[in-house]
């Protein structure tokens, strides 16, 4: 099982959608989750972290299931400019430190 | 704009040639990190540096050959390198180390093996 796993996609929505990705982990012992976006042909940008509360940030919107071991990114009012790929962040305690380890990434396009 | 600026954006070299890829970041950070992004797998940790000292090398190939020479420089030197190689390699640099997980990415080298 991957460390870390999230539906590839694309999924394609219209503009004002919302949209919702999953992200499961496999260690129980993972500390702290985030999601990066990543637009085509460019580097990865952290979007936001992901809190056991739950966390807000505009229309973006990041929840954590600790039971269940997923976090989850939603999306509302979805604009063109959200297309990309979102990236699933876990870190984790390892005998060399804090380790990040990345999801495959999951592929939004919004369209008109 | 990045303040992790990387140097080529993009490398085409034969197997048996020998090149360098080049990372600066003018953010002040003290870790410096290498990645490689393959199309469809997730980014891979290649090596980490601490105050340019290696902390982590994750399993690579000796044929990649990393250099911190200071906190703001990281080198990933290559040479014999294989087409399955073929891949973008990704700089980035963090603060406080391995304990911060705010990574900054540069713009990346997209290297093609022949």
């Known amino acids: 099982r991957k460390e870390v796993e999230q539906d590839p996609g694309p999924f394609n929505v219209p503009e004002g959608a919302t949209v919702a990705f999953n992200c499961t982990y496999s260690?129980?012992?993972?500390?702290?989750f985030f999601w990066y976006r990543q637009d085509c042909r460019k580097e990865p940008k952290l979007l936001m972290s992901?809190?056991?509360s739950g966390n807000e940030d505009g229309r973006f919107t990041a929840q954590l299931n600790r039971a269940s071991q997923y976090i989850s990114l939603l999306i509302r009012d979805s604009k063109l400019s959200d297309s990309a790929t979102y990236l699933c962040v876990v870190k984790k305690l390892t005998g060399g430190g804090n380790k990040l380890t990345f999801g495959t990434g999951t592929q939004l396009k919004v369209e008109l | 704009e990045t303040g992790v600026t990387q140097t080529p954006r993009h490398l085409v070299m034969g197997m048996t040639n020998k090149k360098s890829l080049k990372c600066e970041q003018h953010l002040g950070h003290n870790a410096m990190y290498w990645y490689k992004q393959s199309a469809k797998k997730p980014l891979e940790l290649m090596f980490v540096?601490?105050?340019?000292?290696?902390?982590e090398n994750n399993s690579v190939p000796s044929r990649f050959s990393p250099e911190c020479p200071n906190s703001s420089h990281l080198f990933l030197h290559l040479h014999t390198l294989q087409p399955e190689d073929s891949a973008l390699y990704l700089c980035a640099s963090s603060n406080g180390g391995l304990n911060n997980e705010k990574l900054f990415f540069g713009s990346g080298t997209q290297l093609s093996v022949l």
């Open positions: 992901v809190y056991s």
């Open positions: 260690n129980s012992a993972s500390q702290s």
């Open positions: 540096y601490n105050f340019k000292e290696q902390t």
